[in-house]
């Protein structure tokens, strides 16, 4: 029997309590690996705009806080237990963060707006169309200079070519509204991040099947 794909907006519903453990327990150097993603953050008492897409249960603001304390953090995602977990987690920040329940491959976001955008370990579950699209919404959303950082899964070129092979064979669904995982390989990041009009594509952090990488506009 094929596995049942489900989806997205149930996949992360059903576990939101266990969310923070199993994140833990999946990413070889848990700790380093997130570090390396606040790193690319400018240390700074300024209140900055950033906007965290599929954030999930927020585990990159712990880190992202201790280098902008004052930050105004935006926090879009699909699951609404995610979110309130994450309000729960950061409470005595609740002046600062702002959540919006809704997919971030839908809701249009506000242009020249943000210093930074992150999104951490949410899309390889999208198609190259799909991500190329949403990385163009990302670029015109950055202020000037502004940067984007992203920490995900990733493989190398021959796996991603079998991983894209197998979800047009089984006719996956990759519109994310389903949850299918499709990685890529740094140089198709690379090469999507490029299309998209951004520049100097900096590779933070590579070890095993986990990557940290920026670009600017």
Excluded at 38 to 67: H, S, V
Excluded at 105 to 121: C, G, L, R, W
């Amino acid at each position: 029997m094929p596995k049942k794909i489900e989806k997205m907006i149930d996949f992360f519903n059903n576990r939101a309590d266990n969310y923070d453990d199993n994140m833990r327990s999946n990413i070889e150097d848990f700790n380093r690996f997130y570090s390396k993603i606040a790193m690319e953050i400018k240390e700074t008492q300024r209140e900055i705009n950033i906007l965290d897409i599929g954030c999930g249960t927020g585990l990159e603001l712990e880190y992202i806080f201790k280098r902008v304390p004052y930050a105004k953090v935006f926090c879009l995602d699909l699951s609404e237990r995610m979110l309130n977990r994450l309000k729960e987690k950061y409470s005595s920040k609740q002046e600062q963060i702002e959540t919006r329940l809704g997919s971030y491959v839908k809701i249009p976001f506000e242009e020249n707006e943000y210093d930074y955008i992150v999104s951490v370990m949410t899309l390889h579950h999208l198609s190259n169309n799909k991500k190329l699209a949403l990385c163009n919404k990302i670029y015109k959303a950055l202020k000037s200079n502004g940067k984007y950082i992203e920490g995900d899964y990733i493989v190398d070129q021959t796996k991603e070519e079998k991983i894209i092979k197998e979800a047009v064979k089984d006719n996956a669904k990759t519109d994310g509204n389903y949850h299918i995982d499709l990685p890529f390989s740094i140089e198709s990041q690379k090469q999507i991040l490029t299309e998209s009009g951004f520049k100097k594509f900096n590779l933070i952090y590579e070890k095993n099947e986990a990557a940290v990488y920026s670009v600017q506009r």
